[in-house]
């Protein structure tokens, strides 16, 4: 079982009346060309511009830490992602941002960042067993469990003392209640089945038990890792309905 950065928003703008006002500051002893023109032309230009500048367009937001190729892969029916964005390839620290998307103006953030924890080796886009790296890729977010009760999300929740962590990670923390609060990651697993579940359509060899899970102070195998308070605060706040997804790797990996 596995173990467990920049957002900015860009708008662009194409404003129609843009150029009647871009020399509004000159000074000097020509004019204005409203002043030359009769008060009908100079009435009609005025018009014009105050319609060109209400007819805005405004681009639909997209997630700014993305490049083309990460974000072909979140599709229409995606309207809520976590995105866990490395430091390096090689790190074991990342940084994430929740992210919901508006039908109109795109994808806009709703909390973060948070700092969390990925695999000791940091990533890869082809994940072993026992690599000690996380999965690059954008993967759903479905099914959710803990030893502890259901804090209140709308996943299906899978409540039992077997999400045990005993032992100590990388750095001799202490491991016990790391699995407190999970959420699995559908990499290399079947949706719609407890955390525990194991089936492997991948191969074993391709590893598993992926999840999103409390943080223990330190690296984890494959997994990411969140405080606790954000661990509820991201079981309450993912919802089927908008099909959430985790979309994860280093910066490097994912701006492309």
Same mark, same amino acid.
């Given at each position: 079982?596995?173990?467990?950065?920049?957002?900015?928003?860009?708008?662009?703008?194409?404003?129609?009346?843009?150029?009647?006002?871009?020399?509004?500051?000159?000074?000097?002893?020509?004019?204005?060309?409203?002043?030359?023109?009769?008060?009908?032309?100079?009435?009609?230009?005025?018009?014009?511009?105050?319609?060109?500048?209400?007819?805005?367009?405004?681009?639909?937001?997209?997630?700014?830490?993305?490049?083309?190729?990460?974000?072909?892969?979140?599709?229409?029916?995606?309207?809520?992602?976590?995105?866990?964005?490395?430091?390096?390839?090689?790190?074991?620290?990342?940084?994430?941002?929740?992210?919901?998307?508006?039908?109109?103006?795109?994808?806009?953030? @709703? $909390?973060? %960042?948070?700092?969390?924890?990925?695999? *000791? =080796?940091? /990533?890869? +886009?082809?994940?072993?067993?026992?690599?000690?790296?996380?999965?690059?890729?954008?993967?759903?977010?479905?099914?959710?469990?803990?030893?502890?009760?259901?804090?209140?999300?709308?996943?299906?929740?899978?409540?039992?003392?077997?999400?045990?962590?005993?032992?100590?990670?990388?750095?001799?923390?202490?491991?016990?209640?790391?699995?407190?609060?999970?959420?699995?990651?559908?990499?290399?697993?079947?949706?719609?089945?407890?955390?525990?579940?194991?089936?492997?359509?991948?191969?074993?060899?391709?590893?598993?038990?992926?999840?999103?899970?409390?943080?223990?102070?330190?690296?984890?195998?494959?997994? @990411? $890792?969140? %405080?606790?308070?954000?661990?509820?605060? *991201? =079981?309450? /706040?993912? +919802?089927?309905?908008?099909?959430?997804?985790?979309?994860?790797?280093?910066?490097?990996?994912?701006?492309?």
């Amino acid at each position: 079982m596995s173990l467990r950065t920049g957002p900015f928003q860009a708008v662009a703008l194409a404003v129609a009346g843009l150029l009647l006002t871009g020399c509004a500051g000159d000074t000097g002893n020509t004019a204005p060309a409203a002043a030359k023109r009769p008060a009908s032309e100079a009435a009609k230009s005025g018009s014009a511009g105050q319609l060109g500048a209400q007819a805005q367009t405004v681009l639909p937001q997209e997630i700014p830490s993305l490049g083309p190729r990460t974000r072909a892969k979140i599709t229409e029916v995606n309207r809520q992602a976590v995105v866990v964005v490395g430091n390096h390839p090689n790190s074991n620290q990342s940084v994430t941002m929740l992210y919901e998307r508006d039908p109109v103006r795109g994808w806009k953030p @709703v $909390s973060g %960042p948070w700092p969390a924890h990925n695999a *000791l =080796l940091g /990533w890869t +886009d082809d994940h072993r067993t026992a690599d000690n790296r996380s999965p690059i890729g954008v993967f759903g977010l479905t099914d959710a469990g803990g030893r502890l009760p259901d804090p209140g999300t709308k996943l299906p929740y899978d409540e039992g003392p077997v999400f045990d962590a005993p032992g100590t990670g990388f750095e001799g923390e202490s491991l016990e209640g790391s699995f407190d609060h999970v959420v699995a990651i559908n990499y290399n697993r079947e949706p719609g089945n407890s955390p525990l579940d194991w089936t492997r359509p991948l191969g074993a060899e391709k590893g598993g038990g992926i999840w999103i899970h409390v943080d223990h102070g330190g690296p984890t195998q494959g997994c @990411v $890792s969140l %405080p606790l308070a954000r661990m509820k605060q *991201l =079981l309450r /706040w993912l +919802d089927p309905a908008k099909r959430p997804v985790v979309v994860m790797g280093d910066a490097a990996a994912l701006g492309r």
